[in-house]
């Protein structure tokens, strides 16, 4: 996850807290990945956890402070147990990156590209290839249009793409040979792409620190590929929806910050969608594996087909689904579903329907 979609996340899910001390605590994480660098940032994240985690602890230290603690006097600002800690962390962190920036002898040098420039796509449009490398550009007032065209050794195993915000669109056309990119309401040099022998090709759109987000509504992603050529797609997107049509392919891995995903006939043998803050809405996947974590959303599926291990965690939402087939088909295991008329079941312990909330509401029905 990119520091700009775990900020984003952040800041919803503390959206309960008043404004001061929600800032307060945004204010203290963007301190906190300041200090461990744009080299470590990616680390630091991991080891802060996800922003859902990281809520649930600031929330659960203010409501614990507001019933058990002691006025306090006006004269003083409040202070919460978690800033103590983040404070300490951020003092560690800080520490461990001096030392080991001491410790080398020389500058970390960039990795270079594991392909030659050759190898990458060429774009259609007019358009320096320097943006196929990361680099400081003065960012430009309008919005550029590019076009990547990809054949399918290029993602044999996977597509990847890291946006910080847009519209991601896929269109499958069986009459289509290669698979198409086309980026428009972007802004081009920020855009950087890479592709390796193995067959893994990766687009990344990052905006710098402290630039001024234009309209990310007028950005939008249009992928088309041919059918069946996509075997992995992972996304990670901070702002925007994901439209995945009718999309076929072996493994996906969505994460969305703040948006929503949708498809009208999705058939994956392995699925996994974290979604922070924004609503799932699928008519009809077909999915062996299928794991779906919100944080603040809906989840609906019209028809779920071919389920053997199905997890899905709504924390604060609603969920409706439909099954193939009879109750007696499935075993659901169920945590937390209060006011519900779902129940516990062990008819059939090979295709398991798990599902948990903490304030949610599900909703299940079947085919037949």
Known sequence: MTRTAFLAALEQ????????????????????????????????????????????????????????????????????????????????????????????????QPVESTSPASELPAPSA???AEITQPQAVDPVSAADGLTFSLSADMVHEKLSLKLDYGTVLFVVDPNASDITLQFDGFRTQYL??????AGTTEFS????????????????????????IL????????????????????????????????????TVKD????????????????????????????????????????????????????LEGSASDYTLVTNGLTGTSIQDGKANPSRKISLSTTTGNFSISYAN
Not at 16 to 44: F, H, I, T, V
Not at 82 to 106: E, H, N, P, Y
Not at 244 to 250: C, P
């Open 13 to 108: 899910l503390l959206a309960p807290l008043p404004e001061a001390e929600r800032k307060d605590a945004l204010s203290y994480y963007e301190d906190y990945l300041d200090a461990a660098g744009p080299e470590n940032e990616a680390r630091a994240i991991a080891e802060l956890g996800s922003p859902e985690e990281v809520a649930r602890k600031i929330l659960d230290e203010q409501s614990t402070a507001g019933s058990s603690a002691a006025p306090v006097p006006p004269a003083r600002k409040p202070h919460s147990r978690w800033r103590m800690v983040l404070g300490c962390g951020l003092a560690m962190l800080a520490l461990g990156c001096f030392f080991f920036q001491r410790s080398k002898a020389t500058p970390v």
């Open 126 to 128: 007019e358009v320096s």
């Open 192 to 197: 950087t792409h890479s592709s390796e022998e």
């Open 205 to 228: 759109y990052h905006i710098p620190k402290y630039n001024a987000l234009p309209d990310s509504d007028s950005a939008l992603l249009t992928i088309t590929v041919p059918e069946n």
């Open 231 to 266: 075997h992995e797609v992972d996304i990670d997107l901070a702002m925007g929806d994901v439209d995945l049509g009718t999309l076929s392919l072996d493994e996906l891995d969505l994460e969305l910050a703040m948006g929503s995903v949708s498809a009208n006939s999705l």
């Open 271 to 322: 699925a996994d969608f974290d979604l922070a803050t924004g609503g799932c809405h699928i008519d009809h996947l077909s999915a062996p594996e299928f794991d779906a974590e919100l944080a603040m959303g809906d989840c609906t599926i019209g028809l779920l087909s071919g389920a053997q291990d199905v997890n899905i965690s709504v924390t604060l939402g609603k969920a409706a689904l439909t």
